[in-house]
T-cell receptor, first 112, second 115 residues
Framework: GESVGLHLPTLSVQEGDNSIINCAYS??????FIWYKQESGKGPQFIID?????DKRQGQRVTVLLNKTVKHLSLQIAATQPGDSAVYFC???????????FGAGTRLAVHP | DTAVSQTPKYLVTQMGNDKSIKCEQN?????MYWYKQDSKKFLKIMFS???????INETVPNRFSPKSPDKAHLNLHINSLELGDSAVYFC??????????????FGPGTRLTVL
């Protein structure tokens, strides 16, 4: 069946370093992918998205890379800050009707 | 100025009870959703409504019944609560499902604990 998963359940980085969070997806028909950030006690917050006709998209301090050949998605955070500490989810739109399929999540811990 | 709000934030109840969680969005969106997040943080869609009409209904026990009195509200009623229903429930909304790739905005969640 369709699924979206992550390679690393926990990622620890030093403040100021760059972070890379990876995600593998299995539905090759998916054409839209999103990264969400979830802070403790809060709901998921949209970070950045990318369509399958692109392989890279940049936002403010964040970049999403899409490799359709190996069905891999990554989120890069530049100059990671303590406020970036959260659980990050990749998600794909599957089956129409804006149905989001979420991956398992990666916890990012930023140390001073 | 909260965009998507849910009440209550915490809900503790006994097995077998019936409870409701309310959701409201003031974004003027047409579509609303309910998600369940389990203890391992896994998020899964349960339902979505567009203009008060059910459009996504995942494999959810029929003890769960969403109700949409208008397009700004989507409530979740749960009958005969079971231990396995303990989770965090998130409401979300998006502008228009027609293009089927609209950003979903999530509420703060309701933590349900069934004892």
């Amino acid at each position: 069946g369709e699924s979206v998963g992550l390679h690393l359940p926990t990622l620890s980085v030093q403040e100021g370093d760059n972070s890379i969070i990876n995600c593998a997806y299995s539905n090759s028909a998916s054409d839209y992918f999103i990264w969400y950030k979830q802070e403790s006690g809060k709901g998921p917050q949209f970070i950045i998205d990318i369509r399958s006709n692109m392989d890279k998209r940049q936002g403010q301090r964040v970049t999403v890379l899409l490799n359709k050949t190996v069905k891999h998605l990554s989120l890069q955070i530049a100059a990671t800050q303590p406020g970036d500490s959260a659980v990050y989810f990749c998600a794909e739109i599957s089956g129409g009707y804006n149905k989001l399929i979420f991956g398992a999540g990666t916890r990012l811990a930023v140390h001073p | 100025d909260t965009a998507v709000s849910q009440t209550p934030k915490y809900l503790v109840t006994q097995m077998g009870n019936d409870k409701s969680i309310k959701c409201e969005q003031n974004l003027g969106h047409d579509t609303m959703y309910w998600y369940k997040q389990d203890s391992k943080k896994f998020l899964k869609i349960m339902f979505s409504y567009n203009n008060k009409e059910l459009i996504i209904n995942e494999t959810v026990p029929n003890r769960f019944s969403p109700k949409s009195p208008d397009k700004a509200h989507l409530n979740l009623h749960i009958n005969s609560l079971e231990l396995g229903d303990s989770a965090v429930y998130f409401c979300a909304s998006s502008q228009d499902p027609g293009g089927d790739t609209d950003t979903q905005y999530f509420g703060p969640g309701t933590r349900l604990t069934v004892l």
